[in-house]
C-alpha cells in the first residue's frame, strides 16, 4: 500500500459505530411487530383497491 493511500477501513467506519450506539432517550419506540403489521395491512389494502 502506499504512503498516501489508507485503507478506509476501521476509521471511516467510527462514526458510524458512534452514531449507531447513541440512542436518544426521547426518541419514540416502535416495535418491529408494529411496522411488519402496517405493512402488510397496506399492502392489503393496496390490493383490494386495485381490484375496485
Do not use: C, H, W
Request: hydrophobic content about 45%; charged content about 15%; aromatic content about 8%.
Amino acid at each position: 500500500m502506499s504512503k498516501g493511500q489508507s485503507s478506509g477501513g476501521l476509521m471511516s467506519s467510527a462514526g458510524l459505530v458512534r452514531y449507531f450506539d447513541s440512542e436518544d432517550r426521547n426518541a419514540p419506540r416502535i416495535d418491529p411487530r408494529t411496522v411488519v403489521a402496517f405493512g402488510v395491512l397496506f399492502g392489503v389494502l393496496i390490493i383490494v383497491l386495485n381490484a375496485l
